[in-house]
């Protein structure tokens, strides 16, 4: 336990190197890749210096219970066994081991149909008066594709110039290297013009970001980041209310499903614009305001029974 991460790269030199070609070749994304190797090499630091091949299920189980230590929650630890178990699967395609420990280690129970954190609409108009910077335009388009379009910010990251299609809509690549169409309405179309056309050129050839920095490179996920959390800073400071609210770029997002929903957005329809894998994950928001279920108890309202004690 007391290596050094640098130890435990050397050692596991073959096997780290065998992980990261095989995820370059699965297509994984850069920050995904970088995160994926960080959680395999603490792994692999609680069981050092076992060969990975004599590595069980228990050595997941006592990594999976020093994170637990450490802090991490459920969420969190399931991302790593997903880490784990991506690592054990690529040395087996690689023939390098027979078995995958991590398989039968079981996911931690979640709390399901958590409310998740959100922007109301009368907060979400005064976020343009909240957007700063130098780069307005630009600034302005990330912050309404993450509230008006539901973008991931590492969607924002990857998007390229040729993903605005000419029929106002944008194609964009999410979670698991999967597309999906948003069909843009005319106002954030408009939005993106503005900053196509004030855009600084990009020094890339092949491929033409979206959004590019002051040096001519694509705009990095920890400065779309920045663009977002100062944003919220600013409006906080305009809105009291919101001074104890848990607001971050990834809630921006959740603000734009739970205005789908309040709009009469279907599940299956939502899913789709998220980009999500499953609906479950989606339901979440059915909860915030589902009407189906207020329409369904208010059908049997006046079939209950008056009870006689009751003035």
């Known amino acids: 336990m007391g ?48 060969p990975t091949n004599e590595l069980t299920k228990m050595n997941v189980m006592r990594f999976l219970s020093v994170c637990r230590e450490q802090g991490a929650g459920d969420e969190a630890r399931n991302r790593k066994l997903s880490a784990v178990r991506s690592f054990f699967k690529s040395l087996m395609e690689m023939e390098h081991q027979s078995h995958n420990p991590a398989a039968a280690v079981p996911k931690s129970k979640q709390e399901k149909n958590k409310i998740p954190v959100y922007l109301e609409e009368s907060e979400l108009e005064a976020l343009p008066d909240a957007i700063g910077g130098k780069y307005y335009i630009r600034n302005a ?43 843009l309405p005319e106002g954030l179309q408009a939005v993106l ?22 040096f001519g490179r694509r705009l990095s996920i920890r400065m779309i980041q920045t663009v977002a959390d100062e944003t919220i800073r600013h409006l906080k400071d305009k809105e009291p ?41 989606t339901q979440i928001y059915t909860h915030i305001d589902n009407r189906q279920l207020r329409s369904a108890m208010d059908n049997i309202a006046d079939k209950i029974p008056a009870l006689k004690k009751i003035t």
């Not at 993903?163 to 809509?169: N, T, Y």
């Open 3 to 50: 290596n050094s991460l640098n130890e435990i790269k050397e050692h596991y030199d073959m096997e780290l190197d065998m992980f990261s070609i095989w995820m370059k070749n699965k297509g994984m994304t850069q920050s995904t890749h970088a995160a994926y190797l960080s959680d395999a090499c603490h792994f692999l630091k609680t069981a050092y210096p076992k």
């Open 141 to 183: 388009a990330i912050i309404m594709l993450m509230c008006y379009a539901g973008l991931r910010v590492g969607e924002v990251h990857r998007m390229n110039v040729k993903d605005f299609r000419q029929d106002g809509s944008i194609h964009i690549l999410g979670k698991g290297r999967k597309w999906r169409i948003i069909p």
């Open 193 to 214: 013009r503005a900053a196509l056309g004030e855009r600084m050129e990009a020094r890339q050839d092949k491929e033409q970001p979206f959004f590019v920095s002051q």
């Open 241 to 281: 209310s919101l001074e104890n609210k848990p607001i971050s770029s990834h809630k921006l997002r959740h603000s734009f499903a739970t205005m789908q929903i309040r709009s009469g957005t279907d599940i299956r329809t939502l899913q789709e614009l998220l980009g999500h894998a499953s609906i479950e994950t």
